[in-house]
């Protein structure tokens, strides 16, 4: 399962200070049900064009892993929850979007790495993807 979140209008103090990504990722997993197994890699980052300088962060978690790309000029962020076991995307986003003040906020749920030993396993598969992109179309 992969959720991705693109978020608009965030507070730009939080997306510029790699304290809050750090501890965002520190504490997130564990509210997901996630297991952190190494510790936050948190990074400044100042590039060639002066309004893409942000924080970069990610953490392995037992499950995959959760990453996190600033843009504090832009008042924009890429978070991505990757995890082998399903999670609560709804309730997942909403922490997200609380912890770094989204304004508008665009997201995508994915399912990752399926393997099908069978036509109703793939049946079942199919259905809730259709029933996720129907629940996605239908957001503002």
């Given at each position: 399962m992969h959720l991705l979140i693109d978020g608009y209008g965030c507070d730009a103090g939080q997306l510029g200070d790699t304290e809050h990504v750090r501890r965002f990722l520190?504490?997130?997993?564990?509210?997901?049900s996630m297991t952190k197994i190494t510790e936050p890699s948190v990074h400044l980052y100042k590039g060639p064009v002066a309004q893409d300088w942000g924080v970069s962060g990610f953490v392995i978690?037992?499950?995959s892993h959760i990453s996190v790309h600033t843009f504090p000029d832009r008042a924009y962020v890429n978070i991505d929850v990757f995890s082998c076991l399903e999670f609560d995307a709804e309730e997942a986003l909403a922490q997200v979007r609380e912890r770094f003040a989204m304004g508008t906020v665009k997201h995508w749920v994915l399912d990752r790495g399926l393997v099908h030993l069978d036509p109703s396993t793939a049946q079942k598969a199919v259905e809730a993807e259709r029933a996720s992109l129907t629940r996605a179309a239908s957001r503002p």
């Amino acid at each position: 399962m992969h959720l991705l979140i693109d978020g608009y209008g965030c507070d730009a103090g939080q997306l510029g200070d790699t304290e809050h990504v750090r501890r965002f990722l520190d504490d997130f997993p564990g509210s997901i049900s996630m297991t952190k197994i190494t510790e936050p890699s948190v990074h400044l980052y100042k590039g060639p064009v002066a309004q893409d300088w942000g924080v970069s962060g990610f953490v392995i978690i037992a499950e995959s892993h959760i990453s996190v790309h600033t843009f504090p000029d832009r008042a924009y962020v890429n978070i991505d929850v990757f995890s082998c076991l399903e999670f609560d995307a709804e309730e997942a986003l909403a922490q997200v979007r609380e912890r770094f003040a989204m304004g508008t906020v665009k997201h995508w749920v994915l399912d990752r790495g399926l393997v099908h030993l069978d036509p109703s396993t793939a049946q079942k598969a199919v259905e809730a993807e259709r029933a996720s992109l129907t629940r996605a179309a239908s957001r503002p």
